[in-house]
Every structure is written in structure tokens, then in C-alpha cells.
């Protein structure tokens, strides 16, 4: 390649009596004036501290994605001009489709036109840099769930928004805790004020009544 005039590069591991050493090599053929290569000029980087920034890199985002993957909420990350999803975890699977075919879509794709339209609102205030919450059911794959929805903005530098933190939490069983607690609590109201019986529950510090039945 590089005797028929064409640059070439490759990186490779070299071992050195310290230890290896990546380094970046590039071949630079030399033309004379009639266009014939004379010569190859050899031309090596060591990269080998790139190289181990590179490996650092990875190995923090696998941890980060393997975290976010088993945390039991929605997790994503979207652009704040397109409104298109960067980064999302697996509990967005949930919505029927893989991460993979997820990733740089709209946030309309995924969610659908009916909640797209109730998070809008939310999204424009995170866009000027509010932190936004809102609740929505959903359809998803087991059925409708009840989601806790917020949007975080993350600043650029010069303090612009580009990007919302999408934190998502399943609360359906906490309402649904707290409509059995309201019935219990509604129950037993019922039941005190029809006893032929004063009940009455007094706080024990302030001796003052909390609660009194009907008598």
C-alpha cells in the first residue's frame, strides 16, 4: 500500500523491558519528483496512555450501565433540542421494544402520542432549566402502570440546557397501598361511629383528641 503511494497507520503492542507500550505507527511514502516512491517514512506515537484512558473509559461506562440496568426505575437520558433519547436503561424494554432500536428516537416514538402530549409541558420547563415532576399511567408490556416522571436538566458549561435526565419510578403498588389504607381507614370510621360505645384516641403528650366517633 504505502509502494504504491498511499499513507498507511496501525496501532499495535510493542513489549518493552518497563512493560508494553501501544504505540500508533504511520508510514509516509517518499516521492521524488517523478512521482516514484523513494522511500518510506516511519513515524511512531506512543499512545499507550491513551490507550489506558480509553480502557478506563470503558470500564466506568460498562459499571454505570450495569447499575443503571439493574436499578428498579426508568433511566434515560435524552437532547434537549430534538428531544431524541442518548442513552436509555433496560427498564424502558418494557415499552415493547430493545434498547438498541430505542436509542435516537423521539421521545413521542417511544412513549406514544397521548403521553407524549401530557409530558410535553414538562419538558419545555426542563428546557429552560426547571426540575420537573408529573405522574402518568402507562401501557406497557404487564399492563398499565402507574409512573412517577422526572425531568432534570444537566447545563452545559456556558449554563445552557442540553440535555434531560429522564428518572422514572413505578409507584403503582405505593397508590395502590395507599387506596387500601384510605378504604381501612374509611372502614373503620364506619364501624366506630354505628358501636353503642364513646371511642375516642387522645394524643398521650398534648392530651388532645385526634380522633372521636359519632356518640
Avoid at 510493542?14 to 507500550?21: E, I, K, R
Wanted: charged share 25%.
Amino acid at each position: 500500500q504505502v509502494r504504491a503511494g498511499q499513507r498507511a497507520s496501525y496501532e499495535n503492542v510493542f513489549p518493552q523491558p518497563t512493560g508494553n507500550v501501544w504505540a500508533q505507527v504511520n508510514y509516509v511514502p517518499a516521492i521524488d519528483e517523478q512521482g516514484d516512491v523513494r522511500g518510506i517514512v516511519v513515524l511512531t506515537h506512543d499512545i499507550t496512555q491513551i490507550k489506558h484512558a480509553e480502557e478506563a473509559l470503558r470500564e466506568s461506562r460498562n459499571l454505570l450501565l450495569t447499575i443503571a440496568d439493574n436499578l428498579p426505575a426508568y433511566i434515560a437520558y435524552v437532547d434537549a433540542d430534538t428531544l431524541r433519547y442518548k442513552f436509555l436503561n433496560k427498564q424502558f424494554e418494557n415499552f415493547g421494544r430493545p434498547c438498541s432500536e430505542l436509542v435516537g428516537k423521539e421521545i413521542r416514538e417511544v412513549i406514544g402520542e397521548a403521553n407524549y402530549a401530557l409530558a410535553f409541558p414538562y419538558l419545555e420547563k426542563a428546557r429552560t432549566g426547571q426540575l420537573t415532576v408529573y405522574e402518568n399511567e402507562f401501557r406497557l408490556i404487564h399492563g398499565k402502570r402507574l409512573v412517577q416522571v422526572n425531568y432534570v436538566p444537566e447545563f452545559d458549561d456556558g449554563g445552557r440546557v442540553r440535555g434531560i435526565v429522564v428518572l422514572g419510578d413505578d409507584i403503582t403498588m405505593l397508590k395502590q397501598t395507599e387506596h387500601a389504607l384510605r378504604e381501612s381507614e374509611k372502614l373503620l370510621l364506619l364501624i366506630a361511629d354505628n358501636m353503642p360505645a364513646y371511642i375516642a384516641y387522645a394524643n398521650a403528650a398534648e392530651l388532645r383528641y385526634r380522633f372521636v366517633n359519632k356518640r
